[in-house]
């Protein structure tokens, strides 16, 4: 067997520290909901591993913004009231025991068609603090996920700040099954009206790319316009054309571009307080 | 390879074990406790049959690193009632046929019994949404919501 060592440093600066040590040849898992299956099933055959579960980078704390330790769980983002958009996208992910367990750092690194929770993140504006053992850097997570999710060989993400939630939300999970099941597409929205037009529109979208993307062209089908039937289905429309979904065991890419469409406009028009079955 | 010491509290006894590095709980307690209640379905985390509660809290034993558990309070279902004086939930289990072939069960009353803790009087939908990590092909589920709300009823000192 190749592993040699598994560390569970009891501090972020320990996990820092360990990380600046080894650099590359340390791995990294937090719940490992997604790592342990990989040991598991042989997949991975690392030498050193360091397990974050234990070095007290849970907290959250909501002041305005929220400031999310990166190794929080699923169960705690969906008690977290006063983002019910990340509270619904939390709640999508798996069973009780897996949310118990899956972290929000790790949700950012999950492979298409997962990180749901990452899609509502960026539905928020998020953005990620990444440090090493003698500094730290902020960026925004759609600019993380642009750059493919790359971090130097010490950094780690440690934080997740996501500024005030406002005006209407609206997340789904459309999957085979109703609960503890992959992603087809998923989709989160936020957004606000004044004066009967779209003053700002954010859709971010799951299962649509090889990472959670922002649907830009359907946002600007959107913007300033009025939420009528023609308007939905022109986003609607905009996304799907606009997205490289991924084929897989659960569906293809034929099928997640139509759902693309699909759940965008079920989205925009349960938002506009229509009938989501009108879709 | 760097093994560690492991001390945790199995069903109210402490408990020590040498824990090479990344075995999972799942293992320890199937094959170095010998404690085969909890069951190894998938090894992925997604059929819940190896759910135990780490401080109450139901978590998949498959996927986690039996170091992770240093300190904590694990109960498996060899924690819930004896052969002579079964748990509420064993019982309405066995009463309501909320069980054929057997492997889901133990991560089904586990799960019940951390959703009993945390609201004892759960509503049907409550009940679907708990078990929602647990598969199981053999009941179709209803008996299964049937027997967590009757043990939930004789918890609170009902007579379902």
Redesign the interface.
Known sequence: ?T????F?PESQAEALSLKAEHGRDLWLMA???IF??L???GYIFPEQ?M?L??AGMDKVQVNGTAVIGAAATM?QMTQLTAYPLLQQAAHSV?????R??GTVGGNLFARAPYGDFGVALLALNASLKIETSTGARTISLAEFYNNGRQLAAEELVTEIHVPQQSGQTYFHKHSIR???APTIVAVAVNLMVTDARVSSATIALGGADQTPVRAQSAESVLAGAALTSETIAAAAEAAAEASNPITDAVASEWYRRKMVAVQLKRALSTLAGGDSTDA | ??S?IVTFTLNGRETEIIA???V?LQTVLRQQLNRTATKSGC????C?SC?VL?DG????S????A??V?GRDITTLEGLGSADKLHPLQETFYEDYALQCGYCTPGMIM?AK?LLEHNPTPSRNDIA???????CRCTGYVPILQAIEDAAQRLNGGDA
């Open positions: 067997m592993l040699k060592t598994y569970t719940g490992g909901t342990m299956h040991i598991n099933d591993v397990g579960r234990r169960t798996a069973g009780w025991a897996v118990n367990m109703q609960a503890n | 390879m760097a560690k090479h590095p990344l999972t090894n992925q985390g997604g819940g759910t780490v809290e139901p978590m998949v498959c996927l986690l690193p170091a992770d240093d799960t951390a949404d708990a078990i929602a990590g647990n598969v």
